[in-house]
């Protein structure tokens, strides 16, 4: 089945700094790759995809890069703010509408 | 319209005690999917239903824990004679059809404490 580490676990940047986080997944069959903010205390919530027939996505200050060759996808946060502090887990698609999630990346933007 | 809710929002009980967690899916959205989340840690995947295709219950950790859901509603999921490591938010998610690319939405989550 898939498999998908998540790096770093925590991360501090001071505000204005981008962040980046990266993901490598194992199966080349993949082909959706969402990533989801979890606020303290609150439910995950979808910020940006990817599918595998794109390179790159961007959304304002948020842009998702998938390399298929090396199995691998990063999310950059630009200027990041203080809202932007959160915990940010990236998923592979592995059939269906199945996901594996990373173990997850603390974010900390401080002011 | 409303999200995905689920029920009760915490739920303290003792070892050995059989629970029983609810989840409502968004009207419409035939894919219905249950994850632990340990204090910290990531999404661990336990059970995905699709429309009447029999459920995924690779991730189900033992078999103590089962769920059921009716039709395209509401789904349960039961954990019997709980131990102290079921302690976890246990969180539902819902999307609107079997196709690749949809997006899962996300419940509050029920927060299961194992005395």
């Known amino acids: 089945g898939e498999n998908v580490e998540q790096h770093p676990s925590t991360l501090s940047v001071q505000e204005g700094d981008s962040a980046v986080i990266k993901c490598t997944y194992s199966d080349s069959a993949s082909n959706y790759f969402p990533w989801y903010k979890q606020e303290l205390g609150k439910r995950p919530q979808l910020i940006i995809d990817i599918r595998s027939n794109v390179g790159e996505k961007k959304d304002q200050r948020i842009a998702v890069t998938l390399n298929k060759t090396a199995k691998h996808f990063s999310l950059h946060i630009t200027e990041t703010q203080p809202e932007d502090s959160a915990v940010y887990f990236c998923?592979?698609?592995?059939?269906?509408?199945?996901?594996?999630f990373g173990a997850g990346t603390i974010l900390r933007v401080k002011s | 319209g409303a999200g995905v809710s689920q029920s009760p929002s915490n739920k303290v009980t003792e070892k050995g005690k059989d629970v029983e967690l609810r989840c409502d899916p968004i009207s419409g959205h035939t894919a219905l999917y249950w994850y632990r989340q340990r204090l910290g840690q990531g999404l661990e995947f336990l059970i995905y239903f699709q429309g009447n295709s029999a459920p995924d219950k690779s991730g189900l950790p033992s078999d103590r824990f089962s769920a059921e859901r009716t039709g395209e509603s509401v789904s349960t999921l039961t954990i019997q004679r709980t131990q102290q490591e079921d302690s976890a938010v246990y969180l539902c998610?819902?999307?609107?059809?079997?196709?690749?690319?949809?997006?899962?939405?996300f419940g509050p989550g029920t927060r299961l404490t194992v005395l």
């Open positions: 998923a592979a698609k592995e059939y269906g509408n199945k996901l594996v």
């Open positions: 998610a819902s999307s609107s059809s079997g196709s690749s690319y949809n997006e899962q939405f």
